[in-house]
């Protein structure tokens, strides 16, 4: 029983976890974005951040 209130526990608080990997994921994006107009990276690095930003939003999407 105590396995089962630590995974409905778990379960309901994944959606604030997810929340904060999103809001890491923007912050990724806009340090991407900053090191590349100072010309300190190249453009992949931008997509990458946005892709996983994309997939993180995804991610949170899906969650019940």
């Known amino acids: 029983m105590n396995y089962w209130k630590a ?5 309901s ?4 976890f997810l929340q904060k ?4 994921a923007k912050r990724s994006v806009d340090l ?18 946005q892709q996983a930003l994309l997939n ?3 991610r949170l999407a899906i969650t019940p």
């Open 56 to 58: 993180e939003q995804g």
């Open 21 to 24: 990997s999103v809001d890491a």
């Open 7 to 11: 995974y409905v526990n778990l379960f």
């Open 13 to 16: 608080m994944t959606p604030c």
């Open 32 to 49: 991407a974005l900053m090191q590349y107009r100072g010309g300190s990276t190249d453009y992949a690095t931008v997509i990458i951040a």
